[in-house]
């Protein structure tokens, strides 16, 4: 065991949940022990335990932290393109899906059915809906309707594909990247007929043909 460092109690528990997001990334959940975690991280099993109750407190708070990350690191920019903003989104999101396939596993697995788990995953698919509904060009309250409803299907979508994915690569992860970006384009096209086009500049309409 390293030699205890004094911390106070944020840096304390920041440095638990580097800890165990480092554990949860590198092995399945079962596999994962609290020992083990208070060992890497040179403190007492007690001193874990005060901050997160249970192996499942300390996941939900690793995951938690994931979520809100995520983000934080997903840009949408007016500025750009729906194509280039979905390619960042979707890049952000598989850096961090690769890097720590087995707690994504874990979290969309052997917790599925919990409701702690799902309400971060169901907070975060909400707050990237309601971003891309900020970013699109909606006529009116109709259409904001709809799209939203695309919007969360697709977000369902790429969730369980990029979670089959990582338990068995079938395609490359460009591929998979560019398959989820395709079939949002594709489902919002008939939804912003009358506004630009979402991977590109406008479109001609038959007045202009």
């Known amino acids: 065991m390293p030699p205890r ?11 638990l949940l580097a800890v165990a ?6 092995r399945p959940y079962d596999d994962v022990l609290m020992e083990e975690v208070a ?3 040179g403190v007492s099993r007690a001193l874990l335990y005060r901050h997160f109750p249970s192996k499942h407190a300390l996941f939900a708070a690793v995951y ?3 979520a809100d990350q995520l983000l934080a690191e997903t840009r949408l920019d007016p500025a750009e393109s729906l194509e280039e903003q979905l390619i960042q989104g979707m890049e952000v999101h598989l850096d961090y899906f690769t890097a720590h396939r087995n707690a994504v596993l874990a ?34 309250d109709s ?14 979508f790429v969730q369980v594909l ?3 994915w990582l338990g068995h690569e079938t395609c490359t992860r ?5 398959t989820c970006v395709g079939a949002l384009l594709g489902a919002l096209r008939p939804l912003l007929a009358d506004g630009p086009a979402p991977g590109g500049p406008p479109q001609p309409s038959d007045a202009d043909t």
Do not use: H
């Not at 460092?5 to 440095?15: E, G, H, Y």
């Not at 460009?174 to 560019?178: C, G, I, N, S, V």
């Open 39 to 41: 060992k890497e991280a």
């Open 143 to 156: 259409a904001r309707e709809a799209v939203s409803a695309v919007l969360k299907s697709w977000l369902v």
């Open 162 to 164: 990029c979670v089959d």
């Open 174 to 178: 460009t591929q998979l990247r560019d």
């Open 21 to 26: 997001a480092r554990l949860f990334a590198a």
């Open 107 to 140: 979290a969309n697995r052997v917790l599925a059915g919990d409701p702690v788990i799902q309400s971060i995953m169901a907070n975060e698919l909400d707050a990237l809906r309601t971003r891309l509904l900020a970013a699109l060009p909606l006529a009116d």
């Open 5 to 15: 460092q004094r911390l106070s109690p944020t840096d304390r528990r920041a440095q």
């Open 64 to 66: 938690q932290q994931a």
